[in-house]
């Protein structure tokens, strides 16, 4: 029987806590963990969220398309291009992760603009200004001339929940009022990645075959009535992402035969894009 929402936040803080104690790293084993598991872990990321919106590059195409450039034969551009946007955006997610200023309009409108860009630039970085529908659902977003006080109301709202429930919360709200013409998917996913990243949990991927996209659609849909269901589905996610990292990492101690230095009170993922700053020779 699945654990209930407490049990299961007991749990991910517990083994947070206990991926938090495997840090800080030294240089070359981030270097390999950075080409190992953060890289394509983060082309998992983006290919997924692309993959939710129509996107026809398998995981193994959008990583030659982002790490080598490659046009894929037979594919559209502008699937191309929807991965090295949304590549540019996780980017600067990473960023504002690292950043103790809170989340604002600028930076949500500057997102989409990267989401988009290229792809239709009309519509990118701006608010809609026309009706939308929900392809598949019942609810009808908001009137656009309530989108901007909309968000603004949610931005400015108070951010003291579990991790997990506020990314839950942060996405639902975002897949509600549904704020631009398109890319609302995408953003939603990138902002509850953030909200999990502040907090030093791990961004998940949401798996887009059909079967778990039809999950995730469920869970969003069936959260406007009891938001809890979104918040259980995230959790499983989290939940999943901190196995696969706590086995990594746990493999990399004993090799090393001795604790790597942690330090509890630090946000692991945070941490990680440090790792991958330092690999790459960038500054976050």
Not at 223 to 231: G, I, M
Request: include cysteine; charged fraction near 20%; proline fraction near 7%.
């Amino acid at each position: 029987m699945p654990l209930d929402l407490p049990q299961l936040l007991d749990s991910l803080d517990l083994k947070a806590k206990q991926l938090q104690s495997l840090l800080p790293l030294d240089a070359p084993t981030i270097q390999a963990l950075n080409f190992s598991v953060w890289t394509p872990f983060e082309i998992e990321i983006i290919a997924t969220s692309n993959q939710m919106e129509g996107n026809s590059l398998t995981l193994q195409e959008t990583e030659l398309v982002l790490s080598k450039g490659v046009t894929i034969s037979g594919k559209p551009l502008k699937d191309h291009l929807e991965a090295v946007n949304l590549k540019a955006a996780f980017d600067t997610v990473k960023k504002l992760a690292s950043s103790p200023e809170p989340l604002s309009d600028h930076q949500i409108l500057f997102l989409h603009s990267l989401v988009l860009s290229r792809i239709q630039d009309d519509w990118a970085g701006r608010y809609r200004s026309v009706p939308v529908r929900i392809s598949g659902s019942n609810h009808v977003p908001p009137n656009p001339a309530k989108v901007p006080d909309l968000m603004k109301a949610w931005l400015t709202s108070a951010r003291d929940s579990h991790p997990v429930i506020q990314a839950a919360h942060d996405h639902q709200t975002l897949v509600d009022i549904h704020p631009f013409a398109d890319g609302n998917g995408r953003i939603a996913r990138l902002i509850m990645n953030l909200a999990l990243l502040k907090n030093g949990l791990p961004p998940v991927a949401i798996p887009s075959d059909s079967k778990s996209r039809l999950t995730y659609h469920e869970a969003v849909e069936s959260s406007r009535l009891n938001p809890v269901h979104f918040q259980v589905f995230l959790a499983h996610l989290v939940d999943t992402t901190l196995d696969k990292y706590l086995s990594v990492l746990s493999e990399v101690t004993r090799e090393n035969g001795s604790p790597l230095l942690g330090s509890l009170g630090t946000p692991v993922f945070a941490e990680a894009q440090t790792f991958s700053s330092t690999c790459s020779g960038e500054t976050s």
